[in-house]
T-cell receptor, first 114, second 119 residues
Framework: GQNIDQPTEMTATEGAIVQINCTYQ??????LFWYQQHAGEAPTFLSYNVLDGLEEKGRFSSFLSRSKGYSYLLLKELQMKDSASYLC???????????????FGSGTQLTVLP | GAVVSQHPSWVICKSGTSVKIECRSL??????MFWYRQFPKQSLMLMAT?????????EQGVEKDKFLINHASLTLSTLTVTSAHPEDSSFYIC???????????????FGPGTRLTVL
């Protein structure tokens, strides 16, 4: 199974940088995803890491260390519209007869203040 | 990017009735779709994995006779909540697996969700 931990809430100021951490314990690992979810809406895909290191995508970057079971999402030049819940999700390694599944953390609610 | 639609976006029904929710992948074929449920301020909980042309795989604790899933084509999966009760009120979200990879990776894209309220 999977156990995923991330902070419940974070607050930052417009224009700043914020790092959202995620730690996981897993019996199988086949990639880590970050999703953004605004209230009342479905999650939208932000980033994907399967190898160690940093993946950069505009204002958002995601880092993975498989040996430490650790990832973070880095948001730069924060904007008010970045206020949302950020979900860390780990995908299982393929097992016989089952599709690859995502297990989600509880999400980190980020509030960006003016 | 890949687009997944869901219908209806919200529904209110009386206790004891059944509700059908449709999930469609609009610009790609999805052999696998997933159904999630999300209660307020909680994360997504996987209910079942839907595979085209075969029976769905349900997560532990999810009643397969209550939550009927049909994946009749590569672009459509349906979830029917039978004999709905107030405790079934929740946000139901589907996702479709883009295996070939319009994004270049094997990932899931989510529909906009269906908010179900059972009176």
């Amino acid at each position: 199974g999977q156990n995923i931990d991330q902070p419940t809430e974070m607050t930052a100021t417009e224009g700043a940088i914020v790092q959202i951490n995620c730690t996981y314990q897993t019996s199988g690992f086949n990639g880590l995803f970050w999703y953004q979810q605004h209230a009342g809406e479905a999650p939208t895909f932000l980033s994907y890491n399967v190898l160690d290191g940093l993946e950069e995508k505009g204002r958002f970057s995601s880092f993975l260390s498989r040996s430490k079971g650790y990832s973070y999402l880095l948001l730069k030049e924060l904007q008010m519209k970045d206020s949302a819940s950020y979900l860390c999700a780990v995908r299982d390694r393929v097992s016989s007869g089952s599709a690859r599944q995502l297990t989600f953390g509880s999400g980190t609610q980020l509030t960006v203040l003016p | 990017g890949a687009v997944v639609s869901q219908h209806p976006s919200w529904v209110i029904c009386k206790s004891g009735t059944s509700v059908k929710i449709e999930c469609r992948s609009l610009d790609f074929q999805a052999t696998t779709m997933f159904w999630y449920r999300q209660f307020p301020k909680q994360s997504l909980m996987l209910m079942a994995t839907s595979n085209e042309g075969s029976k769905a795989t349900y997560e532990q604790g999810v009643e397969k006779d209550k939550f009927l899933i049909n994946h009749a084509s590569l672009t459509l999966s349906t979830l029917t909540v039978t004999s709905a009760h107030p405790e079934d009120s929740s946000f139901y979200i589907c996702s479709a697996r883009d295996f070939i990879g319009t994004s270049g990776i094997d990932t899931q894209y989510f529909g906009p969700g269906t908010r179900l309220t059972v009176l």
